[in-house]
C-alpha cells in the first residue's frame, strides 16, 4: 500500500478535490473531517490550559492593512489580487497577524494584561501558481493553527520557553517527530522590513531561548519571516524530506506599524513585543504529514472511525446497535457494517486503518458480550459491551499510540 498522502487521502476517503472547485483547493471529506475536528479540539484544549484566548477573525482585509502590516511590500507575489469594493480593495488574507494585531489595539491595554495570547485556526490564502499544487502539501486554502503573543520584551525568554514545551507535549500527543531545530535568520538579498536594531535584538532573544531549553540548533541565513528572525521546528516524512511543522517568530516590526502600545507600570506608553507561534501549522500540511508517517493508521484519539461493529449473522443485528448506540452516547466514532461475510467485513475494517473491530456472534449477543479484534491483529477476550467502550474510550481519552494501552510514553 502506497504511503503518499494524496493515495491513502482518496482511499480512505479523507479528503479530496474537483477542478471545478478549482486546484489546491481540497475539501475534507466526513472521515478526515472527524480527525482533523479531533486534533483542533485538542489544540485549542491545549492553548486554554496554557492561558491563550481564542478568537474569530474574516478572511478578508483592506488592503491598506496589508500595506501597513509590510506585507503588501514583501508578500504581494504571494497574495490573490485584490476585489474592488467602491473606493476601498478586499483582499484575501495571506496571514492572520494584522487581524490579531488589530484584536490587541481593539482595547486599552495594560502591563497587567501581558503576556496577552490571541489564538485562532483560521483560514489563509496563498496565490500558488497551478503547476505547483497538488494534495494537501501545496494548497491555495488553508487553516493556520496559529496565535500571537503581545509581550513585554524581558517576557520573551520565558514566553518561548514555553511555546516549545507546548509544542512538544503536542507533537507527543499527535505522534510526531521533531528532526531538527532552525534558527532563521535574514540573508542578503531577501525582502526585509524593520530596522538593525531590532533584528539584531530580536535574533538574540531567541538564541537565548533555545540555549536555555537546552536545544541544539542550525543557523540558516535566508529563511526568516520578512518582519522578523524565526526558530523553525522541522519534521521529515518518510521519504527524508524535511519541511517545517512549527515556528516561533519574534516580531518588533508589525507592533509599531500598528502602533500598538500598552499602559506601562510607570503610567506611561510602552510598545509590545508579538510572538507569532504556531504549534503545528496547518491543518493541511500537519494532516499530509500525519497521514504519511502513520501511513493512514491514527492514534485512536484521532482515527476517524474507532470502532466498527460486525454481527456475524442478522440475528445479532439489534445487539450490534445497541453495543454501538452506547458506544455513540460514550463519545466514540462508530460504525455498524452488516454487508458481506464476516472475513470480508474484517479485512475491509483492516483496510480502513479502523483501530477496533468488535464482533457479535451467537454467543456474545444473548450475554450483551463483544469480541474485540486490533488494527494490528491481536485479540481480546469476549468481553461485557459496556466495559468495551470504556476500555476504548480510556484509550482514546489517553491520547496512547498504542490500541492496548492508556498510558502515555
Ligand atoms: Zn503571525
Avoid at 525582502?191 to 537565548?208: F, H, T, V
Avoid at 531561548?209 to 535566508?222: C, I, K, R, T, W
Avoid at 477476550?381 to 494501552?405: C, E, K, N
Wanted: proline letters at 6%.
Amino acid at each position: 500500500m502506497s504511503i503518499d498522502h494524496r493515495q491513502l487521502g482518496r482511499d480512505l476517503d479523507l479528503f479530496d478535490s474537483d477542478p471545478l472547485i478549482g486546484a489546491g483547493l481540497p475539501f475534507w471529506l466526513p472521515a478526515g473531517s472527524a480527525a482533523r475536528y479531533e486534533v483542533e479540539s485538542y489544540l485549542r484544549e491545549l492553548e486554554r490550559r496554557a492561558g491563550y484566548q481564542h478568537v474569530y477573525s474574516p478572511v478578508l482585509g483592506k488592503r491598506q492593512m496589508y500595506e501597513l502590516s509590510g506585507h503588501w511590500a514583501n508578500f504581494a507575489d504571494d497574495m490573490f489580487p485584490p476585489m474592488p469594493m467602491g473606493e476601498e480593495a478586499l483582499v484575501l488574507r495571506p496571514s492572520l497577524c494584522p487581524h490579531h494585531a488589530l484584536i490587541f489595539k481593539s482595547r486599552q491595554r495594560s502591563y497587567r494584561d501581558l503576556p496577552l495570547r490571541i489564538a485562532e485556526i483560521g483560514g489563509q490564502y496563498r496565490a500558488e501558481r497551478s503547476g505547483v499544487l497538488g494534495g494537501l502539501t501545496r494548497v491555495r486554502s488553508m487553516w493556520l493553527n496559529d496565535a500571537h503573543i503581545f509581550c513585554a520584551v524581558p517576557q520573551v525568554g520565558d514566553e518561548v520557553a514555553a511555546i516549545l514545551e507546548l509544542m512538544r507535549q503536542a507533537h507527543s500527543a499527535l505522534g510526531l517527530q521533531v528532526s531538527s531545530y532552525q534558527l532563521s535568520l535574514r540573508g542578503s538579498g531577501g525582502k526585509y522590513a524593520g530596522d538593525d536594531d531590532a533584528w539584531a535584538q530580536a535574533e538574540q532573544l531567541l538564541r537565548e531561548a533555545l540555549e536555555a531549553a537546552g536545544v541544539p540548533y542550525d543557523a540558516v541565513e535566508g529563511e526568516a519571516a520578512f518582519y522578523g528572525p524565526k526558530i523553525d521546528i522541522q519534521i521529515v516524512d518518510p521519504l527524508g524530506r524535511e519541511s517545517t511543522l512549527s515556528t516561533i517568530q519574534v516580531d518588533f516590526h508589525q507592533p509599531a506599524q500598528f502602533d500598538l502600545s500598552y499602559t506601562d507600570p510607570s503610567g506611561g506608553r510602552s510598545r509590545p513585543v508579538m510572538l507569532h507561534r504556531s504549534l503545528v501549522g496547518s491543518m493541511e500540511r500537519l494532516f499530509a504529514h500525519l497521514i504519511e508517517v502513520h501511513a493512514g493508521a491514527f492514534p485512536v484519539w484521532y482515527a476517524p472511525v474507532q470502532v466498527v461493529v460486525l454481527p456475524v449473522a442478522p440475528a445479532q443485528a439489534d445487539a450490534a446497535e445497541e453495543f454501538a448506540r452506547g458506544a455513540v452516547e460514550a463519545g466514540l466514532r462508530v460504525e455498524v457494517d452488516q454487508d458481506g461475510s464476516i472475513g470480508n467485513r474484517i479485512r475491509t475494517a483492516a483496510h480502513r486503518r479502523i483501530p477496533y473491530v468488535a464482533v457479535i456472534g451467537a454467543r456474545e449477543a444473548p450475554v450483551g458480550e463483544v469480541a474485540l479484534r486490533l488494527r494490528d491483529g491481536r485479540q481480546l477476550p469476549a468481553m461485557a459491551g459496556p466495559d468495551a467502550i470504556a476500555f476504548v474510550a480510556s484509550v482514546a481519552a489517553s491520547r496512547s499510540p498504542d490500541l492496548l494501552s492508556t498510558v502515555e510514553d
